[in-house]
T-cell receptor, first 114, second 113 residues
């Protein structure tokens, strides 16, 4: 199993540009989520999904869009990038059934918006 | 709103020492708590998950304890090694069926050879 994969690893955008961060998992996990990590602020939840066709907002959703057309993929879209979106983005997944369900994280995408 | 705190933000100890990392949370109504390790420029690796009904979980040289009523968890690392140098994060999950994690800001651990 590859686990949770993310592409690209690094990206530089100009203000106003759009892009999609890709996330895929091969563990057949129902739950997938996106976090951003900023210095001194910990990881904060952007959007999450409990299955194909179902998404919801987390703590900091503004400026981001998601969709979940398959169990495996959960892309994060920046519609019009802003310098405040400079951050490291992590995708995570876990099973939903049962209680002992660890969350598994991808390697991250480091995004810089100029 | 749940808040998770990890103090100290950074810690340096000589190789071979046993050490304890702390995690505190304001709302004791949690379902479980997960400890992660993050190496510089890398993603998060799950170390231990401890359910709210458990007091301890162990994996190798790591032992996590949970005192839900007082809102505290500790991660004990025995016989520390330079390879243990990393940032350690704790995260709490609020309830069954709710996977949203609230993270602490982490403790950056350096093991001095």
């Amino acid at each position: 199993n590859a686990g949770v994969t993310q592409t690209p690893k690094f990206q530089v955008l100009k203000t106003g540009q759009s892009m999609t961060l890709q996330c895929a998992q091969d563990m057949n996990h129902e739950y997938m989520s996106w976090y951003r990590q900023d210095p001194g602020m910990g990881l904060r939840l952007i959007h999450y999904s409990v299955g194909a066709g179902i998404t919801d907002q987390g703590e900091v959703p503004n400026g981001y869009n998601v969709s979940r057309s398959t169990t495996e993929d959960f892309p994060l879209r920046l519609l019009s990038a802003a310098p405040s979106q400079t951050s490291v983005y992590f995708c995570a997944s876990s099973q939903l059934a049962g209680g002992y369900n660890e969350q598994f994280f991808g390697p991250g995408t480091r995004l810089t918006v100029l | 709103k749940q808040e998770v705190t990890q103090i100290p933000a950074a810690l340096s100890v000589p190789e071979g020492e046993n050490l304890v990392l702390n995690c505190s949370f304001t709302d004791s109504a949690i379902y479980n708590l997960q400890w992660f390790r993050q190496d510089p420029g890398k993603g998060l690796t799950s170390l231990l998950l401890i359910q709210s009904s458990q007091r301890e979980q162990t994996s190798g040289r790591l032992n996590a304890s949970l005192d839900k009523s007082s809102g505290r968890s500790t991660l004990y690392i025995a016989a520390s090694q330079p390879g243990d140098s990393a940032t350690y994060l704790c995260a709490v999950r609020p309830d069954f069926g709710n996977e949203k994690l609230t993270f602490g800001t982490g403790t950056r651990l350096t093991i001095i050879p």
